[in-house]
Every structure is written in C-alpha cells, then in structure tokens.
C-alpha cells in the first residue's frame, strides 16, 4: 500500500482464502478504505462452498495482469499462496489436468474404507518417483498425482524436471522478517481478530449453511474457531491453537519461498525501521522499471 503512493500498482491477490465471500475478519481482507486506494483483483471472487483451485487463479490472475498493463498500472501480485505465485511465473501446464471430482470422490471413498495405504499403492505403477516422495497420509497429493496421471498419461513428478520460461518480466521482493517480532507481530494479529468479531463472523457463516468440512472452513482460526463453537475448546485454547498453527503456517511460507529462484529479500523488524524496509522495496522497484 505504501509502494501505490509512488507506484501506479494494482493489487492481485495471491490469498487462496481471501477469494470467498463472507470470510474477512479471519483472512484480514483490505479495508473498504485500501480498496478505494488502491485497485484489488481476486477477492471475494466465490462463496465459501463453492470450488477455487491453482488453475483458476492462474487464468484469472493472468487477465488481471493483462488488464493493469492495459492501463499503463504496474501488476502487484501479493500473497503468501505460494504454489500460486510458483504457477503463475513458472508457468506450469496446470491446464492439462483440470479437477476431475468424480475420481476424487472415489478415491476418497477408497481411503475411507481401505485406507490411505490402498490409494498411496496406486502410484506404485503409474508415478513410481511421487510413490517414494509422497507419504500416504498426504492425501491431497496423492490423489492430485494419480489425478494428473489419469488425465495425461505422464507422471506428475515429471513436472519437476521442466523449466518452461517465465511468461512474465518480473521482480519478486519477499519481507524477511526478524523471527520473534514475527511472532509477536502474529500474536497480536491474532488478538485484534477476536476483538474485531473473529468469532461472531465463524457463527455467521455456520447459521447460513457452511459446513465445517468444507475446504474454506479448513482456513487457519475458522477451524479452531469451529471446534470452541462445539465446545471441544475454551477460548484461551483457541487463540493459542490459532497463533501456535499461523506460527507454524509462517515458517512453513518462509521455507517455501527461500527456495525460489531470483528472490529479492528487504529486512523488516529489529533494528530496520519500517521506513527503511519500504525505501529497500522502492529501490528495487526503481531499478527493475529503469531496465523495462
């Protein structure tokens, strides 16, 4: 936001929650306000039970980014999603292989009734690199691999080994946090969800049908949020089950993201002050459309 008062940007979210409707405290949506700042793509695009996956944010993301470059904007793509961001300036072939849900509700079913061993086997044959590289409890790979293979006749794990170019010129920044102000930064996050109605939006969206099963409730805080409202947690319980999983969630974010290639990091926290952390992105900026 503070890079759009020097930089004509427009913002595409790159947030596999903020697209649902109705779900804003939890995902810490942009104000009304920021909105009217600066432009914003890709939120609120779907209801929390309907389907969003990688190969739609990739199509929408794209005309997004056709759009702003229309204008004479500077496409800003934000979000801690990173196999989005990864599939977006890779540009995998996410297209061969759309949802196939009828295959994944059987093979859910088999896990149910057989296990997860039983689908994890079929890889065995068909994808004998993710069959060693996949544990049988990550179900959702396991079932996307024997997806893709289903529909291409290739091995998902023979994606690893492309490196088609990048569709875009880009420049990617990431903020490198200090660890522990990190975690304050979190904790307190955490805390002004709850008191600006964390819970009362969880209600809302539970009185107007949206199960707790569906993938959007999974999102971190509106699971934890979905057991205290059954009564399994107290209150305290759930803020530190929330802080402890977003922790968790960060570091897991940081680890992705430091395996990307080009990666400009600026620091943040500890002994860089704020102002500092934004003139290190605006100089990066500078230099990257003084070379376009």
């Known amino acids: 936001m503070e890079l759009a008062s020097r930089v004509p940007l427009e913002v595409i979210s790159a947030d596999s929650m903020q697209v649902y409707r109705g779900m804003d405290i939890g995902t810490d949506k942009p104000t009304p306000e920021g909105t009217r700042r600066v432009r914003h793509h890709l939120i609120d695009m779907r209801n929390p039970d309907e389907p969003w996956s990688v190969e739609e944010f990739k199509t929408m993301a794209s005309t997004a980014i056709d759009q702003v470059s229309g204008r004479g904007g500077l496409p800003c793509v934000v979000g801690g999603t990173g196999l989005y961001v990864r599939a977006l300036l890779r540009d995998f072939p996410l297209v061969e292989a759309p949802p196939d849900w009828d295959l994944r509700h059987r093979l859910q079913d088999l896990a149910y009734l057989r296990g997860n061993q039983a689908v994890h086997a079929m890889l065995r044959d ?41 569709p875009y010129d880009y420049l990617m920044i990431g903020l490198a946090w200090d660890r522990q102000e990190l975690y304050a930064r979190i904790d307190n996050r955490v805390e002004a969800q709850f008191a600006r109605g964390f819970v009362q939006e969880v209600e809302r969206l539970l ?86």
């Open 207 to 292: 009185s107007l049908g949206y199960r707790e099963d569906l993938r959007s409730m999974q999102g971190l805080g509106y699971k934890e949020i979905c057991q205290y409202l059954r009564g399994l947690l107290t209150l305290p319980e759930t803020k530190r089950l929330i802080k402890r999983n977003t922790r968790r969630f960060a570091n897991r974010q940081f680890t992705w993201f430091t395996r990307e290639e080009g990666i400009n990091w600026v620091g943040a926290g500890k002994d860089t002050a704020w102002a500092e952390t934004v003139e290190g992105a605006c100089g990066l900026v500078a230099e990257f459309l003084a070379q376009e």
């Open 126 to 166: 068909r994808d004998p690199v993710s069959w060693q590289g996949l544990h049988p409890n990550d179900l959702r790979r396991v079932v996307r691999a024997l997806e893709y293979f289903q529909a291409t006749g290739k091995p998902i794990s023979a994606r690893r080994l492309e490196r088609p170019e990048p």
